[in-house]
């Protein structure tokens, strides 16, 4: 099958709500001109279709420069750092649709302009607009978790190999479970966007647990959200799927990938009370929200084994994971970023200082899973640790029943 020039054809698709039809010929060949003149690549710019033994990305839900999670994702691949991926097509509807001059609107499109004349990647409203793949197609979807569904099938309709999904990936176990389904059945992978799974931290964590006699893990997850009614308020309205599903996520993957725990293999879960802080707080639109600003909990397994997590939205930017002995004496903590890492983070600070600090704390995690994933897609090479779709259903069955069981707890 013969693909036709992006330049030419394809690109201004992306850029049109609607298709142009014959009473709108002029009109669409002034656009498509000036579009074109507007983004030539300047020889010095990559070439923004992928290479041979690279993964043609495309990025559905970008967000904000500098709060988004799909923003950094862009940041990363654009600057070369995933090398087995080439980030050729920003889907965006919001930003580049009714929320243009919204918050974030403004500063998104110019970012956007940069990054078109600086890496030639294409901006678009709607995944139903892509041309056809010419290398192995990824989407790494990176919206609302409530528009995941939708966005989910139009990457399989739109020829993508592979579908790396963000956390928790859907709003409910269903939902998650047909995608799962949907995805089998057409020949797409996916994999998930659980960085923690390949973290340093907790490799040298269970490393370490394993040398200690009646040895205990807790993983702990710190966001640097202020401490005031306001600034919990928009966490909670802007996250409403709620901690578990949302930010203690990536501690729940972790118990399902390491430590057998399932819904059914659940023989117990304990708040520690004193710890834990449940409030509900008005949003931003006025509506209120009830949700952990804090929480602590041990899971005991039917199978013998027990795990505990901590979560704290005003905790600070780090996270770290601690083994306990047989006595409950402290003997191991180890942090991530580690001493090895915080250069990275400092330099990162200085380069994007509005940026959400996490970003930073977890940089070389993020990489690490993108690459995996672009390569399984360019390839077929195994993508070593990163979490399947499976795992993620598990996960969200695991978030969906401790969240009323812990609520019921502290009230």
């Known amino acids: 099958m013969m693909y036709p020039n992006r330049s030419s054809i394809h690109i201004p698709r992306l850029l049109q709500s609607t298709p142009p039809h014959s009473s709108q010929s002029t009109m669409f060949s002034s656009r498509l001109a000036t579009f074109v003149s507007r983004s030539a690549i300047r020889p010095t710019a990559r070439a923004f279709a992928a290479s041979p033994g690279q993964a043609e990305v495309v990025l559905v839900g970008c967000g904000a420069p500098n709060r988004g999670m799909g923003w950094y994702h862009a940041v990363q691949m654009l600057e070369g750092r995933c090398p087995s991926a080439s980030l050729d097509y920003i889907i965006e509807p919001w930003f580049l649709g009714p929320g243009a001059t919204s918050p974030g609107g403004p500063e998104f499109n110019t970012w956007a302009e940069e990054s078109k004349k600086a890496h030639g990647t294409v901006f678009g409203t709607s995944i139903k607009d892509l041309p056809p793949p010419k290398e192995p197609r990824c989407a790494l979807i990176s919206g609302r978790t409530a528009d995941n569904p939708r966005l989910f099938a139009e990457c399989i309709e739109a020829g993508c190999k592979t579908i790396f999904l963000e956390k928790p990936g859907a709003p409910t176990v269903a939902e998650l479970q047909k995608m799962k389904d949907d995805a089998e059945a057409a020949g797409v992978g996916v994999l998930m966007g659980y960085n923690k799974n390949v ?166 995690d993020y990489v690490t899973v993108k690459e995996r994933v672009a390569k399984y897609t360019a390839t077929g090479e195994e993508a070593e640790g990163v979490a399947t779709i499976g795992i993620a259903v598990e996960t969200l069955r695991v978030a969906e029943y401790l969240t009323p069981t812990l609520m019921d707890q502290l009230k």
């Open 199 to 364: 973290c340093k931290y907790v490799r040298k964590t269970r490393e370490f647990a394993e040398t200690v006699p009646g040895s205990h893990v807790t993983f702990v997850s710190n966001n640097a959200y202020e401490n005031t009614p306001e600034s919990l308020g928009e966490c909670f309205e802007r996250n409403a799927e709620g901690m578990l599903k949302n930010m203690a996520i990536h501690e729940l993957a972790l118990l399902v990938s390491f430590y057998d725990v399932t819904v059914e293999n659940i023989e117990s879960v304990t708040a520690d009370k004193e710890f834990s802080s449940m409030q509900t707080l008005p949003g931003p639109s006025g509506k209120e929200f009830t949700d952990f600003d804090k929480i602590k909990f041990t899971i005991k397994t039917k199978t013998g084994k027990e795990v505990s997590v901590a979560a704290d939205r005003c905790g600070g930017t780090d996270s770290y994971a601690t083994v306990t002995d047989a006595t409950g004496k402290e003997v191991f903590r180890y942090w991530m970023p580690d001493d090895e890492d915080k250069a990275t983070v400092q330099k990162l600070q200085a380069k994007y200082p509005t940026a959400m600090p996490y970003f930073f704390t977890q940089d070389p």
